[in-house]
């Protein structure tokens, strides 16, 4: 790079590095007040909280990186503009693609980021968010059991213990469950082990007995067991599951979902859409670049400023983006996985027709006034 290229390249780094630093905090304190009753009811200390939240900056900064980019890009050639320093570059000769270089290199650095944390960063974080979450409710459900206390472990169902020992085990039982209204039942258990599992915190029962109150108001019924389980989540069953979302898997798992599994087959469709959302995602980054030049450099120079300009090229940037989205659902409804791709290809291809025809015409309209 020359002296030039570097100089154009520190002027759009700079304002990048605060707008993606300035958005991802402020994106970042909303997404992360969404899981503050992880501190509240676990009882969980600032530093768990902190490292938590950590967890989802990466899938913050796969949407926030572009548009960091775009607002970085505007600014910075508005300010080249404002000090006339592009003026005096295309009075030294400079073209249009040799200011414009610089820009797309930074691009080429975002998409690239951007394709990281869209591929490896993002799934690899997210499953080990699920899986803190998940031990921390483990973990709370067994401090909460002591000795010789009657525990209410979310709603409708009371545990009691008469000794609780080290590693999550327990002696002497008694469990009232009366979540499903029309079916409470008690059981009576001489020992018992807390473990985490894919369902969330269960509690496993060894020697022991359940009973049943008919709906109908019958003889209760007492059924013996030597093993049975409980799961003593806070939280709904399903929603405490570790299956596996969207946006904690990786790649080949989107594009060739298990359809054995019944959720998988349900949402196939829409897996391999992300799937390939993922991939094709990088590319606004020179979708956004590309509206940016074009707004500022791609016209002649104004001298009541480029005002007009910018809200244009915000306005193109914004429709370009739900474009790309209008495209992951058709393509999700109707399987053209092509459209997610040639979205922002075709919008890549429209803009660098577009500077390139408008250089021609300023070097052919150059000539005529010579």
């Known amino acids: 790079m020359t002296r030039l290229d570097r100089y154009i390249f520190r002027q759009c780094l700079t304002p990048f590095l605060y707008a993606l630093g300035i958005a991802t905090v402020i994106v970042w304190m909303t997404q ?51 000090d006339s320093e592009i003026a005096v570059m295309f009075a ?138 409980i799961n003593v989540s806070r939280f709904n069953p399903r929603s405490a599951s570790l299956q596996l979302e969207m946006t904690e898997r990786y790649l080949p798992e989107l594009l060739r979902p298990d359809l054995s599994k019944p959720w998988d087959r349900m949402n196939a469709a829409a897996l391999i859409a992300e799937g390939h959302n993922r991939l094709a995602a990088p590319l606004y980054a020179f979708v956004y670049v590309l509206i940016a030049l074009y707004a500022l450099i791609g016209g002649p120079y104004n001298r009541r400023g480029y005002a007009l300009r910018i809200l244009a090229a915000c306005a193109a940037a914004g429709a370009a983006r739900v474009g790309g989205f209008l495209a992951q659902s058709l393509a999700a409804a109707t399987g053209a996985w092509w459209a997610i791709h040639a979205a922002p290809l075709l919008m890549i291809a429209v803009m660098a027709v577009l500077l390139a025809d408008l250089r021609r015409f300023h070097a052919a309209s150059q000539a005529g006034a010579a």
């Open 32 to 82: 992360s007040l969404q899981r503050a009753d992880l501190l509240v009811d676990y009882h969980q200390s600032l530093g768990v909280f902190a490292r938590l939240s950590a967890l989802i900056l990466p899938s913050l900064l796969a949407i926030i990186l572009p548009f960091a980019l775009f607002a970085a890009a505007l600014y910075a050639l508005q300010r080249l503009h404002a």
């Open 92 to 229: 030294a000769g400079v073209s249009r693609f040799r200011i414009a270089a610089p820009l797309l290199l930074l691009a080429f650095a975002c998409a690239l980021a951007t394709l990281w944390i869209n591929l490896d960063l993002m799934p690899r974080t997210y499953r080990q968010l699920k899986q803190e979450i998940a031990q921390i409710r483990a973990d709370f459900a067994s401090a909460v059991l002591r000795s010789g206390e009657f525990v209410s472990v979310g709603e409708g169902l009371t545990i009691y213990v008469d000794e609780a020992r080290p590693g999550g085990q327990f002696v002497g039982l008694l469990i009232h469950d009366y979540r499903d209204p029309d079916s409470p039942r008690a059981y009576m258990a001489r020992r018992g082990v807390l473990r985490d599992t894919d369902a969330g915190p269960v509690l496993y029962l060894a020697e022991g007995n359940v009973q049943r109150a008919p709906s109908d108001g019958g003889a209760i019924e007492i059924t013996r067991f030597d093993e049975t389980a």
